[in-house]
């Protein structure tokens, strides 16, 4: 992997992600897409654990399917295809990773996107489910297509939370211009 690859946003969030999965964890990938981030919690989470994979899309739904069997990581995923609004219909245990990685499907339909009011109200929900000691981490896009809305509502919602109880940590790419993506990632500490 070259050096600029190990700071690309996903691979940035693994990283640091890395240390807070351990093998027969519960985890969470709220918007699967063509499932790279839910493969890169199956390996984590082993096959004692369980990952469960969000998207409205039939289609990423399907490539991340494909993408698991063909690594040798199916066993261990729960993939819906549905809204990560209502990921607590289907996870009934506390997770100790959630990944959201908003935006549209690379190479695919750049109007079926994550939407501001939906995407607030998808990690309410999964703040609800993750652990003590869990994060969960944001990919969070801006401009272009995507807009500026859903990252200030993102932003404004995780600002209000209870200090006492989260942890919530900003990554910028300082001197990127363009609206260079946002890591962020939330850390449950009571
Ligand atoms: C940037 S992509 C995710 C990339 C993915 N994590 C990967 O590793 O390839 C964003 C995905 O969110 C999905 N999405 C949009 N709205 C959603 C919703 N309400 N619930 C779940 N997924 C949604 C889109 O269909 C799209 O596939």
Redesign the pocket.
């Known amino acids: 992997m070259s050096i600029r690859e190990k700071y690309q946003i996903?691979e940035y969030c693994h990283h640091f992600l890395r240390e807070y999965i351990h093998e027969g964890d519960c985890c969470i990938?709220?918007?699967?897409?063509?499932?790279?981030?839910?493969e890169f919690l199956c390996r984590g989470a082993g096959k004692s654990g369980r990952v469960y994979g969000?998207?409205?899309?039939k289609d990423?739904v399907e490539l991340t399917r494909i993408r698991l069997e063909q690594s040798g990581c199916a066993k261990q995923a729960v993939l819906i295809c549905?809204?990560?609004?209502n990921m607590a219909d289907y996870v009934k245990e506390q997770a100790a990773v959630i990944?959201f990685?908003?935006?549209?499907?690379?190479g695919?339909d750049h109007s079926?996107?994550?939407?501001p009011q939906?995407s607030v109200k998808?990690v309410q929900e999964g703040l609800k489910l993750l652990k003590t000691g869990g994060v969960m981490s944001l990919?969070i896009y801006s401009g272009g297509d995507t807009g500026y809305e859903e990252k200030e509502a993102l932003l404004a919602y995780l600002k209000g939370l209870d200090a006492k109880h989260w942890l919530v940590i900003i990554h910028t790419y300082y001197n990127r211009k363009n609206d260079p993506p946002l890591p962020v990632f939330v850390v449950r500490l009571a």
Not at 29 to 38: E, L, N
């Open positions: 996903t990938d709220a918007t699967c897409g063509k499932g790279g981030d839910t969000f998207d409205i899309q990423a549905g809204s990560h609004v990944m990685n908003f935006g549209y499907l690379p695919g079926v996107a994550t939407q939906t998808a990919c």
